[in-house]
């Protein structure tokens, strides 16, 4: 589901389950004014409640941007688990495949992007938002380890090193080429630009038909 569209705005709360219209309403704010444009007082709007209707469910702006980014990250470990497939039908091709699934999530749920990794949220007060973001990162490091173990052991580059790496590029182009508001004219697509850099930085460390670091 992407809220990409600016035309979408909740024309009123009747029944059912606020807490859902809520979320619903605050994701098509993010989509259209970001982050920073979105409050509390206007997704009450929306949804078409009172202003202190919302605080029912969700004690601050911040709680209601953590259940959103939450739910980010949930669709997000999902997706890339589905790209990584176990390694198959190889630990390098599958952790391309990686890469793009990174790209896409950012392009097509760019709401969900924002709320997971452009808001303030204090994950130290939301123990399941930090365990569900923990759980994505594991499948990139979980790729990186078994990329790693291709190498004999005294040549192998700390995995750990390898997913904070990849996941800074990933996250790198995402932001500035690879979300459909970015407006910026490129050569080639993120997904080009980003496979290009992870070949060039695995090959760096011999996992990719490099030769690795000369001493």
Do not use: C
């Not at 182009?173 to 407006?183: K, N, P, T, V, W």
Request: charged content about 20%; overall charge neutral.
């Amino acid at each position: 589901m992407s809220w990409t569209g600016t035309g979408h705005e909740r024309r009123g709360y009747h029944h059912g389950n606020l807490r859902e219209a809520l979320i619903e309403a605050a994701l098509a704010l993010i989509a259209e004014l970001g982050p920073s444009g979105f409050t509390v007082a206007e997704a009450a709007r929306r949804a078409g409640v009172s202003p202190a209707a919302p605080y029912r469910h969700f004690r601050d702006a911040e709680a209601l941007l953590a259940e959103i980014a939450l739910r980010g990250f949930e669709r997000f470990t999902t997706a890339l688990a589905r790209s990584w497939q176990d390694g198959k039908p190889d630990p390098l091709r599958a952790f391309e495949n990686l890469g793009r699934a990174y790209l896409a999530f950012a392009r097509d749920e760019p709401a969900l992007y924002a709320a997971m990794f452009e808001t303030r949220i204090d994950f130290a007060n939301y123990p399941s938002l930090q365990v569900a973001s923990d759980r994505a990162f594991a499948i990139l490091r979980e790729a990186s380890e078994r990329l790693a173990a291709t190498l004999p052991p005294a040549k192998r580059p700390p995995a750990l090193m390898i997913a904070l790496h990849v996941w800074a590029m990933a996250h790198g182009i995402a932001s500035l080429f690879g979300r459909g508001d970015a407006g910026r004219q490129l050569p080639m697509s993120p997904e080009e630009l980003l496979e290009a850099g992870i070949l060039l930085y695995l090959q760096s460390l011999g996992l990719a038909g490099g030769q690795g670091p000369q001493k």
